[in-house]
């Protein structure tokens, strides 16, 4: 992981690619989703692992940052991951990341289910006391109103009529 963390940005690549020497990686592109999900991964890591990773940045820095820079995005997967990476930390400003995720209103949006999910784990994770508990509730009844027992599977979205055609079969 610490290969892939740009420490100037604060933000973990999107992708390694080797140098034309063949021997060299060059990182492409950044992820706030990829940054997100490994600040969940590194609260429960001692601090060695922590710097192994993000070096001079503590995971609070870099979860300070992607909130932030989460207020300005669309993006609701964006959001719930800085959430949850927030509430997880047991960041200060939880309570903001939460808002940012509120005022996507994924419960009246046309998301897909991942982002749903992950929308809804951001409030019900352990960590601290800001969540929104009604909204949770409302994710969780769209999400298995929309499970499909015949399957066992999840449509890629609770809206198919949204979907292009191409994903409309895509499950998660």
Avoid: N
């Avoid at 950044?30 to 922590?50: F, H, K, M, P």
Wanted: some cysteine; overall charge neutral; glycine content about 8%.
């Amino acid at each position: 992981l610490g290969r892939m963390y740009v420490p100037e940005k604060q933000l973990f690549a999107f992708r390694l690619r080797r140098a034309a020497d063949g021997d060299t990686e060059v990182p492409e592109g950044t992820s706030r989703r990829y940054t997100a999900t490994v600040l969940i991964g590194l609260a429960g890591e001692d601090q060695a692992t922590r710097a192994a990773v993000l070096g001079l940045h503590s995971p609070e820095d870099v979860c300070g940052r992607l909130i932030s820079d989460v207020k300005t995005s669309r993006e609701l997967g964006e959001a719930a991951l800085t959430a949850w990476a927030a509430r997880t930390l047991r960041h200060p400003r939880a309570d903001e990341a939460i808002e940012t995720l509120r005022r996507k209103d994924p419960a009246g949006g046309t998301y897909p289910t991942v982002e749903l999910s992950w929308a809804m784990t951001a409030l019900v994770a352990e960590g601290g006391e800001v969540s929104d508990m009604g909204l949770a509730r409302r994710l969780a009844e769209l999400l298995m109103d929309s499970f499909r027992p015949d399957s066992g599977l999840f449509p890629h979205s609770p809206f198919t009529k949204s979907l292009p055609s191409f994903r409309a079969h895509v499950s998660c």
